[in-house]
């Protein structure tokens, strides 16, 4: 009976004037009489983690000369980490009086930190001037960054220098500085060369290194190259053959 009332006051506005649709509830509504929202399984797919929802508007619509007037349902979703910091939004969703909608909402979490995320999820009712909130935690553990040696080769570049290159993979090492170090056969350390910080997770970086440090030509021999960053070290021996040229 109280919903019929609603209804009825509705289409008697539309037919009248637009404005005072924003008051036309002004008592409190029960979620129940206008969403109902279904949460469904989450699933990943394509390195993203997927919550899905089923929202139905349980207002029906009427119809007003042809057209079908209703309450409209707003859908708004973030999520926010820990601290509250907004990490990612989805923009403003509708459900008209009636419909029956399922939205899948997709993040990529590989590139955060260890924590606790929130998806907050709000469906606000336009003409009762209503919202309701659903909120649901997410626990998520970051996979550990690790490194290891790609491959080892040599070429000249374009001044003529015979550069040994050494290739690097990198996992989960987004935002991390590589230094690459190398060291002689007596554990003399004969070269540093800083690294940028990685620009995306499982990459694969590079250093490239002459023999020469300060116009100085090393011999050829055998050189522990180790790679330092984020916390990880690994280490190879490699035999380089130094080539003697006039400038290093």
Request: charged residues 20%; glycine residues 8%.
């Amino acid at each position: 009976m109280k919903k019929a009332i609603k209804l009825f006051m509705l289409v008697l506005l539309m037919t009248t004037v637009m404005m005072p649709q924003m008051t036309l509830y002004a008592s409190a509504a029960s979620s129940s009489e206008y969403v109902k929202l279904t949460k469904n399984d989450s699933f990943s797919k394509d390195g993203k983690f997927y919550m899905s929802f089923t929202i139905e508007n349980l207002q029906k619509p009427v119809d007003v000369g042809g057209l079908n007037i209703g309450e409209q349902l707003l859908v708004d979703v973030s999520i926010t980490n820990s601290a509250g910091k907004r990490i990612t939004y989805w923009n403003t969703l509708s459900v008209t009086a009636g419909q029956k909608k399922t939205y899948n909402f997709g993040t990529d979490f590989s590139n955060l930190p260890s924590g606790t995320y929130t998806l907050t999820l709000k469906v606000s009712a336009i003409l009762a001037s209503e919202s309701w909130t659903w909120a649901y935690n997410i626990n998520h553990k970051a996979p550990e960054s690790s490194m290891s040696f790609k491959s080892y080769e040599t070429y000249f570049d374009n001044d003529g220098r015979y550069m040994h290159k050494f290739r690097i993979q990198c996992n989960n090492m987004k935002g991390k500085d590589l230094t690459f170090k190398a060291y002689n056969a007596k554990g003399d350390l004969v070269c540093t060369i800083p690294g940028a910080k990685r620009a995306s997770n499982n990459e694969i970086t590079w250093f490239a290194w002459s023999g020469y440090n300060s116009g100085v030509r090393y011999p050829s021999g055998n050189y522990t190259i180790v790679i330092t960053g984020g916390g990880k070290t690994i280490r190879k021996t490699y035999y380089l053959e130094i080539l003697e040229r006039a400038e290093g």
